[in-house]
């Protein structure tokens, strides 16, 4: 069972959730309020090639594709982001 007490916080903080449609590796790109993102491929738990990067200082724009609700995010996307924002 997750526990929600960690990540809802996390969750709130979302300002928005992005897809380029395959564009690039990183094919999702999570905007946080603070000013933070996290960055994943469609199968970001691959062992050699799934992505799944925290970073700091990305603007919402069209260079990160469409701007897409967070329940559009695949499931074993947004398990992933879940798990991430528990850790």
């Given amino acids: 069972m997750l526990d929600t007490s960690k990540m809802r916080p996390r ?4 300002r928005s959730v992005w897809d380029n449609d395959g564009a690039t590796a990183d094919r ?3 905007l946080f309020k603070d000013g933070t993102y996290l960055a994943m491929s469609d199968n970001p738990d691959h062992l050699q090639m799934g992505i ?11 260079h990160l594709g ?6 559009e ?15």
């Avoid at 799944?52 to 069209?62: N, T």
Wanted: charge should be neutral; charged fraction near 20%; hydrophobic fraction near 35%.
């Fill in 11 to 14: 969750l709130q903080a979302i």
């Fill in 28 to 30: 999702y790109t999570v």
């Fill in 52 to 62: 799944s990067q925290f970073g700091h200082g990305e603007k919402p724009g069209d």
């Fill in 66 to 71: 469409q701007e897409i609700k967070l329940s």
């Fill in 73 to 87: 995010l695949p499931l074993n996307v947004l398990h992933h982001l879940i798990r991430r924002l528990e850790s």
